[in-house]
């Protein structure tokens, strides 16, 4: 019966996910012409700023690809961290302004943040990002140097596109398991459980975790992809501030209009065997968002365009509370 089910629930994954492939594709195909016109446009008017701009960053590095590997590679990814976290951090703290408080998804939990919690997880989120980041960039270099380039010619707009598309399948492949792996019940208690100290999260968790993990289930995702694809070095700067700021926004425990919904992540902290990966395409796969998917926060993973809180948008009902509580066995 068990065999049964997870063979149904396989196949009416593969059937959605063939779905919306076609549907996108198709889609794509029709507007192809006009949109990579438009972006290469776009991106040909700009290419000279972001090329003297990235010149000027290899002549800082002395045009030492060594340097730019290892410090300015561990240097770029933990001040966009900081940089994510600024507004975040004001807020947690302060607990003001209090109109935010209306999206917090877990209501009237870390608000405001004791600031001895949250000076303990700064250090350690220092600590993994600079010390674990920098010994972890200085042992990949020779793979980073074989695999990768850095030099002041930029790729083009189509490169950068195929390159973005194809880290994040490998971000999805690569966090999922790994993560799954650091919940084994021989692995948590030694390793994650620290990352799951808080069952209501704020921005700063993102990174707040044991150092095997840091490089277990934040780094090597991430920079797999560019080793991979042989991508130039600012490529790989553009994919890590876009997966740093989407990891923040996943941990800040805020649902706030115009930014990606981070139901998914904050129902896995305070569940805790739910949503294991970044995109949910595993999780879907493998059954690992049932009860995710019964829940109210299902209903509210959705992107809000306007300043209603997605409380009024999808209100409580006590039969939802109750699914959470007693899922079906």
Not at 73 to 102: S, W
Not at 272 to 300: A, M, P, W
Request: glycine share 4%; net charge positive; charged share 15%.
């Amino acid at each position: 019966m068990a065999r049964a089910l997870v063979k149904e629930n396989v196949s009416e994954a593969f059937k959605k996910a063939v779905f919306i492939i076609a549907s996108v594709l198709i889609v794509f195909i029709a507007l192809r012409n006009s949109i990579i016109w438009h972006l290469e446009e776009f991106w040909g008017g700009s290419k000279s700023l972001w090329t003297s701009l990235w010149g000027s960053i290899y002549h800082l590095f002395g045009e030492n690809d060594a340097y730019m590997y290892t410090i300015a590679f561990t240097l770029y990814p933990f001040l966009v961290f900081l940089l994510a976290n600024l507004g975040f951090a004001f807020v947690d703290l302060t607990g003001k302004p209090l109109a935010i408080h209306q999206y917090k998804i877990q209501k009237d939990k870390n608000i405001p943040v004791n600031w001895e919690q949250y000076k303990k997880v700064l250090k350690r989120s220092v600590f993994n990002g600079l010390v674990v980041g920098l010994m972890f960039n200085a042992c990949m270099l020779p793979l980073y140097q074989r695999t990768m380039s850095c030099g002041y010619e930029l790729p083009s707009f189509p490169t950068i596109l195929c390159h973005l598309f194809v880290y994040m399948l490998i971000e999805e492949v690569g966090f999922y398991y790994a993560h799954r792996l650091l919940h084994h019940r021989r692995v948590y208690r030694h390793i994650h459980k620290t990352h799951h100290e808080w069952t209501a999260p704020v921005s700063i968790t993102s990174v707040y975790c044991h150092p095997l993990e840091y490089v277990l289930s934040n780094i090597l995702p991430l920079v797999m992809g560019p080793v991979v694809m042989g991508s130039h070095l600012s490529v790989a700067w553009l994919w890590y501030t876009m997966a740093i700021v989407n990891t923040t926004i996943s941990h800040s425990g805020y649902h706030l209009p115009f930014l990606p919904s981070p139901e998914a992540h904050d129902f896995h902290h305070e569940t805790f065997n739910q949503n294991y990966g970044v995109f949910g395409i595993l999780d879907r796969l493998h059954g690992t968002d049932e009860l995710f998917r019964r829940s109210k926060s299902y209903d509210r993973h959705i992107y809000i365009t306007s300043f209603a809180p997605v409380r009024d948008i999808i209100s409580d009902n006590e039969k939802e509370k109750a699914a959470i509580c007693c899922p079906v066995k």
